[in-house]
């Protein structure tokens, strides 16, 4: 009976205690989650500080305001279901210490009994007299092992109440724990609360500073628009020039070989031989890595250490002008000032060029991928290099006239497509 009893139990706190753990899991991945939003969150902080340097609303002020509301906003969805985890965990906790708190008073209550047979029975006399007065030998032995597994189950009782004495004090502990680290938390949301109740109230003013300088905003936009039209127009040209030589190149080299196969051909074969053979613009090596950058996608390192896309892929509405879109080409990356930018994959640089408006830019190649860099200032590599993931490859130009944006164009190319970068960067 006890057997079954204290088999029940331990399988009991087995299936408790991998809830638990479970739980655990998942508040652990929870508080992890909302460190990794306060980085992102103290990294615009410093980007919108930056901007305090002049008083004047402008769409980056407007930009960084609305990453830091989102964040903000995330952060504060974040702990309210840590909050209720924790909450989970320790309703948890207190019923599995109910239920050793029980066990342990049932478990005193048996030794309570077996501590007052063993007084009645405590002469050696009564022992021996229980021994020797078996029927028979085999029962003897039997009564020997009787008294001798008595008091090995005493013994075991002893350790068991001592067990679950240690048990209760841990889950005692682990409540305490709990209960700290769910004020911690509480404090801290009222605390985020209030940040982006006034984060709210910042974005409306600047907003409707903003929408009070339409002409102006136009204007800029399309001095913008015309600068990134000038910039994409050159990239596009020399990676299409890049893979127009490439082309040439092992086309000449597959004649050549074919040439030198078959020897000198004829004229009627000449003739039948005018268009070049189709050969791939890949080496080996380069074949390879760009099988390895293609199998990164999603998980590509970003091209700045901290920052956030503060322009997406593709057409997108105007913050501010009603019925005004952008069509980007790549993506902007905003990041404090002084910032470097790096390589997301290894690869060779094919060019490092310059167009007036739009500073410095860096394309490298990754078989036959190539992602660009630009709106650098310094560059830190030159054409034939070959650079490693997260190497830095130059300095991001930071527009004192623009609250210190520091902002990086980020372009990713399959051979001559354009590709989405942000579904290939690591999330």
Not at 48 to 69: A, G, H, P, R, Y
Not at 190 to 198: A, D, F, G, R, Y
Not at 248 to 263: F, H, V
Not at 265 to 281: A, E, G, I, M
């Amino acid at each position: 009976m006890f057997r079954t009893y204290l088999i029940q139990f331990l399988l009991l706190i087995v299936f408790a205690c991998s809830g638990i753990q479970l739980s655990a899991q998942n508040v652990k991945q929870l508080e992890e989650e909302r460190k990794q939003t306060l980085q992102k969150l103290e990294t615009t902080s410093k980007m919108l500080n930056e901007t305090k340097k002049s008083q004047k609303s402008s769409l980056n002020k407007l930009s960084l305001i609305n990453k830091n509301i989102n964040e903000r906003t995330h952060l504060i969805k974040t702990m309210t279901t840590e909050i209720s985890q924790l909450d989970v965990e320790m309703q948890s906790l207190n019923q599995e210490v109910k239920q050793l708190e029980r066990r342990l008073e049932n478990l005193k209550k048996d030794y309570a009994k077996l501590v007052q047979e063993a007084y009645i029975n405590r002469s050696i006399y009564s022992k021996i007299m229980f021994v020797l007065s078996a029927e028979n030998f085999d029962q003897s032995v039997r009564r020997l092992r009787y008294l001798k597994e008595y008091s090995d189950y005493r013994k075991q009782q002893v350790a068991e109440i001592e067990k679950v004495k240690a048990q209760i004090e841990q889950k005692n502990d682990s409540i305490s724990k709990h209960k700290s680290k769910l004020t911690q938390v509480v404090k801290q949301k009222e605390v985020e609360t209030n940040k982006l109740s006034q984060e709210q109230k910042k974005e409306k003013i600047v907003l409707t500073d903003l929408q009070k300088k339409e002409k102006n905003l136009r204007k800029e936009l399309n001095a913008q628009q015309k600068k990134a039209n000038e910039l994409n127009k050159r990239i596009e040209y020399l990676i299409a020039e890049e893979i127009r030589k490439a082309e040439a190149k092992r086309a000449a080299e597959a004649e050549l070989r074919q040439k030198t196969e078959k020897g000198k051909p004829s004229t009627k074969t000449q003739k039948k031989s005018t268009t070049p053979p189709q050969v791939s613009t890949l080496t080996k090596e380069e074949a390879l890595l760009s099988n390895n950058f293609e199998k990164n996608a999603g998980r590509l390192p970003w091209p700045v250490s901290n920052g956030y896309i503060s322009g997406h892929f593709g057409i997108q509405e105007h913050p501010v002008l009603k019925h005004v879109t952008t069509n980007n080409k790549g993506i902007y990356i905003q990041t404090p000032a002084n910032s470097t930018a790096r390589a997301v994959f290894d690869g060779v640089v094919t060019q490092r060029f310059s167009v007036p408006g739009s500073n410095n830019a860096v394309i490298i190649q990754h078989g036959e991928y190539r992602t660009v860099y630009a709106n650098l200032t310094d560059i830190y590599v030159r054409i034939g290099d070959k650079v490693s993931t997260k190497q830095p490859v130059g300095k991001i130009f930071t527009d004192s006239e623009k609250d210190n944006k520091t902002e990086l164009y980020f372009q990713l190319w399959k051979n001559r497509t354009l590709l989405n970068p942000e579904s290939w960067l690591a999330h």
